[in-house]
């Protein structure tokens, strides 16, 4: 596993993104443990977050996009962060936009913030994870209806690994019905790997009890291979 992968899983533990214990799931799953990109809120945080996200693009994305588009609203923060990252540490300018929740009636109106799309524009999704696959359904036809672009993939933090709407994970049936692959910083098992034998400020974040219960929810609703 690269080292940044496991500076990652590190930093969402740190940063009190990736916690343990008993939660419910939008999908009405209970599940042992939760990721929630809504709680980085420093500046420092931030600024840590976009390095993964454009490693992990610059990894995966052999050329540069056109724009990065980050869904409303948690997409908001990671695609501006990417963007910057990407300068800063790569030296590729990139542009980014992003979608109003309601439509703008005023000014220079429309749904857009940030980059206007045009046709023919590479652009890339920067999400954070990927549960039932909503969030792609809605992006796809608000970038369609911008121009005639092509989405060359999506970038989350973690891939849970289970099943969306059938047997298939949730990140497989977005590639197979958009078409684009799907890449993320670290999977479920590279958190297992990690945390079960790598104490984060000094302690042990999956013990025996704790990596039964994700087993034990794995095996229910997992799925084999999502990458």
């Not at 092509?150 to 049936?173: F, H």
């Amino acid at each position: 596993m690269e080292q940044y992968k496991r500076e990652f899983i590190h930093f969402m533990v740190q940063s009190g993104v990736l916690t343990f214990g008993d939660f419910t799931a939008k999908s009405g799953r209970k599940t042992p443990y939760f990721i929630n990109t809504g709680n980085y809120k420093t500046g420092a945080q931030l600024a840590k977050l976009g390095e993964f996200y454009a490693k992990c693009l610059t990894e995966h994305v052999a050329k540069a996009p056109d724009a990065l588009y980050g869904p409303a609203y948690k997409g908001i923060p990671l695609a501006v962060s990417a963007a910057v990252a990407l300068y800063e540490k790569h030296g590729i300018d990139v542009n980014y936009c992003f979608n109003r929740k309601e439509a703008k009636d005023h000014g220079e109106g429309g749904t857009m913030v940030g980059y206007r799309l045009q046709d023919g524009d590479r652009v890339v999704i920067v999400e954070d994870v990927v549960t039932a696959g909503t969030a792609m359904r809605e992006s796809i036809p608000i970038l369609k209806q911008c121009a005639d672009v092509t989405v060359e993939a999506l970038i989350i933090s973690a891939d849970r690994m289970e099943k969306g709407q059938g047997e298939k994970s949730a990140v497989q049936e977005i590639r197979e019905e958009f078409g684009f692959p799907v890449y993320s910083i670290v999977n479920v098992r590279d958190i297992i790997e990690v945390l079960s034998v790598e104490p984060v400020d000094g302690k042990l974040i999956i013990d025996g009890p704790t990596r039964e219960k994700m087993e034990n929810y794995l095996k229910q609703y997992g799925i084999a291979e999502s990458r």
